[in-house]
């Protein structure tokens, strides 16, 4: 159970932070400079993988919240 519990929160990370990078890239921050830095695809990369990690853990700590609300009734 260990196992598929990891592989299911390694899936949610890595969706999360492709889903933020799709929405950034829709933001089309280049058009922002005259002549966009060089590093902008990389900070694009890093902007995405910052907060796509603290929306996955936000579900994952949710989603555990949720698992153990069963427990309340006992």
Do not use: D
Not at 11 to 28: D, E, H, K, N, Y
Not at 42 to 68: D, E, R
């Amino acid at each position: 159970m260990t196992g598929i519990k990891a592989l299911v929160e390694i899936v949610i990370q890595l969706g999360m932070i492709w889903l933020t990078f799709t929405a950034i890239q829709g933001f089309r921050l280049e058009r922002f400079f005259r002549q966009p830095p060089k590093t902008l695809p990389l900070a694009i990369v890093l902007l995405s993988t910052a907060i796509g990690y603290l929306c996955a853990s936000f579900f994952i700590g949710f989603i555990n919240a949720v698992s153990q609300l069963p427990g309340l009734l006992r």
